[in-house]
Nanobody
Framework: QVQLVESGGGLVQAGGSLRLSCAAS????????MGWFRQAPGKEREFVAG???????KYADSVKGRFTISRENTKNTVYLQMNNLKPEDTAVYYC?????????????????WGQGTQVTVSS
């Protein structure tokens, strides 16, 4: 069983930055594809960014050029650096892990999920 714990959310003004972290338990983290999703009130959960076990990345169009996903396998941690934040980025952000490490799915077809961390961007 893998557990994912997100941290780093908070309140920030538009144009500001935050870095989310997702710490994973388990020995096989380095083989997983990891993703970040977000869900705003009244909306469906949507893909934000993903990274394969070898570091290939994919982003939603809405965050390209502003967000960067990375991973540090020695620390069993994946990060989401968010710059130039906008009010429409306000949501609960979820970390997810997928055992099929070579594929980044933009759908919530992941095996493990964190509890989420709130990000609020004020205008």
């Amino acid at each position: 069983q893998v557990q994912l714990v997100e941290s780093g959310g908070g309140l920030v003004q538009a144009g500001g930055s935050l870095r989310l972290s997702c710490a994973a338990s388990g020995r096989t983290f380095s083989r997983y594809a990891m993703g970040w999703f977000r869900q705003a009130p009244g909306k469906e959960r949507e893909f934000v960014a993903g990274i394969t076990y070898i570091g290939l990345t994919k982003y939603a169009d809405s965050v390209k050029g502003r967000f960067t996903i990375s991973r540090e396998n020695t620390k069993n941690t994946v990060y989401l650096q968010m710059n130039n934040l906008k009010p429409e980025d306000t949501a609960v952000y979820y970390c997810a892990g997928r055992q099929t490490g070579v594929v980044i799915s933009t759908k919530p077809e992941y095996d493990y999920w964190g509890q989420g961390t709130q990000v609020t961007v004020s205008s």
